[in-house]
């Protein structure tokens, strides 16, 4: 029989770090509030989509809703503690780790690259290299989260990410620029705002990361400082997805006819072709 260390915990129960980090109230609100503001976002987004008829509009619907309910999805395992752990870092200790984001991140960022390029007609290949690569930025974002035997190699991953992030990035200021240029002066107004919306809220990620409790912890690893980083996350996001979300809803409502009907840039034929 393998003897079990004696702080071991049985799966059933929670560890007391993350049960006493879940209990502070700074750090709970940084979940709750997201949970409620996520259920209300999705309810209206799809109320808002009710009507909708364009085949291309309600795909854009389609995956702009998913956005909030991924999100919904992923605040309530994390406030539950289900993608909570404590990672033991060689030479730093026990860090609160919510690496659920990270997961979580893997199926809610994709949405919004495709909510953008059906907005602006991207080609398949710019499209599918934005989702790829972004795709590649949040699971090795997880695997620095994760990472316990030496601090540089959280920080290899943390490069491997943003090497990553670099593409999406991109293809978000130079390919798609180019490509809402073709749509039409109402697309480029709103690109141009998503697009900018989008660059400034996305760096604020791994700067948070970097100072962070999982980072340079420059708070310090305590359960103050983990609220705090988890509200700095919380807060973005209300930026990267509901204000986001809002802004280009808003704009669909009325099926404006530079996104009904509309060609991909380059190929002359519609994406879903
Ligand atoms: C990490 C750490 C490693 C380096 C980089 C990161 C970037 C994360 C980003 C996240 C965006 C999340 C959004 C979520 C909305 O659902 C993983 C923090 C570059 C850009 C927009």
Do not use: H
Not at 9 to 24: F, G, K, M, W, Y
Not at 125 to 150: E, H, K, N, Y
């Amino acid at each position: 029989m393998i003897a079990q260390p004696v702080s071991a915990v049985s799966p059933a129960q929670i560890d007391p770090l993350v049960e006493e980090t879940l209990s502070n109230p700074v750090m709970a609100s940084s979940l709750w509030v997201m949970i409620a503001l996520m259920g209300v976002a999705t309810i209206l987004f799809v109320y808002m989509g009710r009507a909708v008829d364009d085949p291309r509009v309600k795909m854009i619907y389609v995956a702009t809703i998913g956005i909030p309910a991924v999100s919904l999805s992923s605040y309530f395992g994390l406030a539950t503690g289900l993608t909570i752990g404590v990672v033991d870092i060689a030479g730093r200790g026990e860090v609160v780790t919510m690496w659920g984001r990270y997961l979580t991140w893997t199926f809610s960022t994709p949405l919004i690259l495709l909510a953008l390029g059906l907005l602006v007609g991207s080609d398949r290949p710019t499209l599918f290299a934005a989702i790829a690569f972004d795709i590649g930025m949040c699971v090795t974002g997880l695997a620095a989260a994760l990472t316990r035997q030496a601090i540089w190699m959280r920080w290899v991953w943390f490069g491997i990410s943003s090497a990553f992030f670099l593409v999406v990035v991109y293809v978000l200021l130079v390919e798609w620029p180019r490509d809402a240029a073709a749509q039409g002066e109402d697309v480029v107004d709103l690109f141009g705002l998503l697009r900018t919306l989008t660059v400034v809220l996305w760096f604020g990620y791994p700067i948070v990361w970097a100072l962070g409790t999982e980072g340079l912890a420059v708070m310090g690893t305590g359960v103050g400082a983990t609220a705090i980083t988890s509200w700095a996350y919380s807060l973005l996001d209300v930026g990267a997805k509901f204000v986001f979300a809002v802004l280009l809803l808003r704009f669909l409502a009325d099926e404006p006819a530079s996104v009904t009907g509309q060609q991909t840039a380059r190929t002359g034929s519609p994406a879903e072709d």
